[in-house]
């Protein structure tokens, strides 16, 4: 059977097409950095936002028109499968994504939801042995179901903590047996609401002796795929663990972990943080700790986790512009964490959806690359910088001032030389330049 009949294998048109289902500007084998666009930005499709969100919210129930929506169980989730693989064939991207629940039924006993898995995985392998489309990373919901309504790993209960191993566990085994490049963890319910119900000291605490037991149960079955922690503040506990990738770096740090993860960030989750996207991909970057990115965006006048899909190119642009800097991703990818708007609801729009976010990445890493060819913000900021590549400013580099040296030096001076101007609307009317050059080119 097939589900997206009307749709044909999505090509590189260039600009000047007027096909809705082709790439403008994503030519997936043009080179970045001496490897294809495909090669370097791993694109990958979420399958909880593909194929099982149904575009319900607070107010309404669901508006997604899919062609398995008469099924359910099992049933549908083999459905999902098909259609899945068809759609990423039909795309041509590297890679996808997803929780356990996302392509397995959840029943009401763990065994249950184990053997439920054990029918669908197989089912995944098979269509991934003719499929281009390998796994970028797996996870395990521990958000949903009322069990996890104070916490998984930092639950105050033993029996969901014991619970939520043995999902993670088998998540392992799931990872291990598709070739997943990755594992992550996202917080979910690791947080607190309040702390007059909480012990903080022994949730952290029990949060790290999970991440250990996890790091070894992957070294005993040979799974040697990189682990993510995916940052994210306020939701849906009100104050999250994970807040943002400082936060989580001085947890991994105290907790001797900082060798075994990196982080997986999510634009919507920056700005949830109240940073920029660049910013917490800045932060990861400069520690070593930039592993993959969820790829969306959120709405500013809504502070919320919209998981729009991205289209924002100053956005995109100054996230490939550290993704560059770090010379890729490694392991990790460009995973489309991002949902069609509710009135958006036929399966074409599907394609529409990942075509616009593909599109503006590759406009992102256009841009980018030949700012970063051109030097222009690295020259600005070098210059800024540049009284401490010489006299005192050196020394304090080398190790070779103290406070003494500094006051002596300080009450020497005739005059503190001028502060330079940091020219922020000049360097944003040059990102416009760039940005507007590339965009017209035909």
């Known amino acids: 059977m097939t589900y997206f009949n009307n749709i044909k294998k999505i090509a590189y048109e260039g600009p000047n097409s007027t096909n809705p289902f082709s790439f403008k500007y994503y030519n997936r084998e043009e080179k970045i950095n001496g490897r294809s666009m495909e090669e370097f930005m791993r694109f990958a499709v979420s399958y909880w ?190 104050h999250q663990y994970d807040f943002d990738v400082a936060t989580g770096l001085a947890f991994l740090q105290q907790y001797d972990l900082q060798d075994t993860f990196k982080f997986n960030i999510e634009a919507n989750h920056a700005t949830l943080a109240g940073h920029t996207f660049e910013h917490e991909l800045h932060v990861a970057r400069i520690n070593g700790m930039l592993g993959s990115v969820d790829a969306n965006q959120g709405d500013m006048l809504i502070g919320w986790d919209t998981d729009e899909f991205p289209t924002d190119l100053y956005s995109t642009t100054l996230a490939m512009y550290e993704i560059i800097k770090n010379d890729g991703l490694g392991s990790g990818g460009l995973n489309f964490d991002a949902k069609v708007r509710r009135g958006s609801f036929d399966s074409d729009d599907l394609f529409y959806a990942h075509i616009a976010g593909m599109d503006a990445f590759a406009i992102g890493t256009k841009v980018a690359q030949r700012m970063l060819e051109d030097k222009v913000l690295e020259d600005f900021v070098a210059d800024r910088y540049s009284s401490f590549r010489e006299g005192i400013g050196l020394d304090i580099l080398e190790g070779k001032a103290d406070f003494h040296k500094l006051e002596k030096y300080a009450l020497e001076l005739d005059v503190v030389k001028s502060n330079k101007s940091g020219r922020q609307e000049h360097l944003k009317a040059i990102l416009n330049k760039y940005l507007l050059e590339t965009i017209s080119e035909k």
């Open 49 to 238: 936002h593909t194929f099982t969100g149904e575009g319900t919210d607070p107010f309404g129930q669901g508006t997604m028109v899919r062609p398995y929506n008469n099924l359910t169980g099992i049933d549908l989730a083999k459905a999902r499968v098909e259609a899945s693989f068809e759609f990423f064939e039909k795309l041509d991207v590297p890679y996808f994504c997803f929780h356990d629940f996302d392509v397995a039924p959840e029943s009401d006993s763990l065994s249950e939801t184990f053997k439920n898995l054990d029918v669908i995985v197989p089912m995944i392998k098979e269509y991934m042995k003719t499929s281009k489309t390998k796994l970028l990373w797996n996870t395990a919901n521990m958000f949903s179901h009322p069990r996890w309504v104070h916490g998984a790993a930092t639950a105050p209960n033993a029996d969901v903590y014991a619970y939520a191993a043995a999902k993670v566990k088998k998540g392992l085994e799931v990872g291990k047996e598709l070739g997943s490049e990755n594992y992550v963890f996202w917080g979910g319910r690791e947080g607190y609401e309040t702390l007059l119900n909480t012990d903080m000291k022994l949730e952290l605490d029990n949060l790290a002796r999970f991440f250990h037991m996890a790091k070894d149960y992957a070294r005993e079955i040979g799974f040697d795929a990189q682990f993510l922690i995916e940052p994210k503040p306020q939701e849906p506990t009100k």
